[in-house]
């Protein structure tokens, strides 16, 4: 089919593109507030779209039928909404598990009624038209891809205007509640406003983003593909996330607050009143581990924490009494990690910024590097590790600086996905590139190498205004 066979005649389109994204440092902090370094990558999506006036929404991707999945979906409007007219978003996710593999749509169509419930717009249904080259599972944030393009395409075409950041915010209630998969918002913020060849600093507090960081001459961050699926509604990152904010709950409550402060923040959203602000990322080290770290369980059952604490300030999880939770590394990998993407940031900005000897730029980058490595290590003490992206890092540790390579990483969710290469200069990335060669040929697999980067969704629409 194509893309005039799907629209038919004279009807007028809107069209929005999204790149993925590589996740530098920060990765799964972000829901515990940390400062996060993403760099939006050269793949992109883009999402056309048509409005319609039959309460019938339609999504049709060029790329599904290859991932084995139905390439076009369509769902009634009127199965999303209740009685009374209003849109529940569980109802679409429940309609789409009844086709095979048409939940990919939800990323789509969910868009829609996040407009419809959060702004109140008028909506009768819609055509989408899906292109990609931002490959799925891959940990480079396809889905935030998806949700930012068709987010755009659809407020253009409903002539409604959004924030810098509040288009990535409905893009994460998407995910969160319409998908129902617990992500943060750094994906969908780096896919909207990120900038090429620059890395964009956000303080996940919610959504604090600050003046992006050039990468400097003859450094690259090149993503490659693990091969192994990731997904972030997985049940180890989620395990991950729900361990956190268990961790955070104890931390406060000690402080002082109460079980109630706990309940009425998950309720409202506003942790401002409770200690660090309801963020695991405002604990200094220094304190983490003179206050909390032998306050803190190594493991604990879901149903001996809610039997002793209650619950979590957490809205878009919930504790599951049959799961054993690893709180000790959940809580520190935000803490430190945050304390590492700060460091990070400054170091980048000295490498790109000072005039330094040759022994000072191979001591910043090797100093790059090892915080890398840090966070590399921190993700498999929390349990999202995997033996062929620790393979993949092993490779890029034994390459070295002796062929331009200073540090790697597990990237977004871990739990497989993309890993991130620090490299200097053209060496560097041959080197990458080899190491991807060397994975194919262990295992018989293609494994995507990340070497490019454009600019998000926003100035391209600037661009084009």
Not at 304 to 319: E, H, P, W
Request: charged share 20%.
């Amino acid at each position: 089919m194509t893309q005039h066979q799907f629209f038919g005649r004279h009807r007028k389109t809107f069209r929005a593109s999204a790149p993925g994204r590589l996740d530098v440092m920060g990765g799964i902090a972000d829901y515990s507030g940390s400062l996060v370094l993403e760099m939006p990558l050269r793949e992109t999506t883009t999402v056309t779209v048509a409005l319609r006036e039959d309460g019938i929404m339609r999504a049709h991707s060029t790329t599904a039928a290859s991932l084995h999945l139905p390439p076009t979906v369509e769902v009634a409007l009127n199965d999303c909404v209740n009685a009374g007219g209003s849109v529940e978003y569980a109802r679409l996710r429940d309609r789409l598990a009844t086709q095979e593999g048409a939940g990919w749509a939800a990323y789509v169509m969910g868009c829609a009624l996040v407009l419809m419930r959060e702004k109140k717009v008028r909506f009768q249904g819609a055509d989408f038209w899906i292109e990609s080259s931002v490959p799925p599972g891959k940990g480079v944030s396809a889905s935030a891809a998806l949700e930012v393009a068709a987010m755009a395409a659809l407020t253009q075409a409903m002539g409604l205007r959004l924030g810098d950041t509040e288009l990535p915010i409905l893009c994460q209630k998407v995910e969160n509640r319409v998908v129902g998969a617990p992500c943060g918002l750094m994906d969908q913020l780096t896919s909207y406003l990120g900038r090429r060849d620059q890395l964009l600093p956000i303080l996940c507090q919610p959504a604090d983003v600050q003046t992006p960081v050039s990468v400097p001459p003859g450094v690259a961050f090149v993503g490659i593909d693990s091969g192994v699926q990731h997904a972030v509604s997985g049940a180890s990152y989620t395990d991950v996330r729900v361990a956190a904010f268990m961790g955070y709950t104890i931390i406060a409550l000690h402080e002082g607050a109460s079980l109630s402060d706990i309940q009425q923040a998950r309720a409202s959203g506003d942790t401002r009143g409770l200690p660090y602000r309801g963020y695991l990322a405002n604990v200094p080290v220094s304190v983490f581990e003179e206050k909390y770290r032998d306050l803190l369980p190594v493991t604990i059952s879901g149903k001996s924490f809610l039997q002793k604490y209650g619950g979590t300030i957490d809205a878009v999880t919930r504790v599951n009494p049959r799961t054993t939770y690893h709180v000790l590394a959940c809580v520190r990998h935000p803490i430190y990690e945050n304390h590492r993407v700060h460091l990070f940031a400054r170091l980048l900005h000295l490498l790109g910024a000072a005039k330094l000897t040759r022994a000072e730029r191979e001591q910043t980058l090797t100093a790059l590097g090892e915080l890398m490595y840090q966070s590399h290590v921190s993700y498999s003490d929390c349990g999202l590790g995997n033996e062929v992206t620790d393979r993949l890092v092993h490779l890029a540790r034994a390459a070295g600086p002796a062929q331009g390579i200073y540090g790697a990483k597990i990237t977004g969710g871990g739990s497989g996905g993309t890993v991130c290469l620090l490299c200097a200069g053209r060496q560097g990335r041959d080197a990458a590139a080899r190491l991807a060669r060397t994975l194919a040929a262990a295992d018989g697999n293609p494994h995507a190498v990340f070497a490019g980067s454009s600019d998000g969704c926003r100035w391209r629409l600037l661009a084009c205004e």
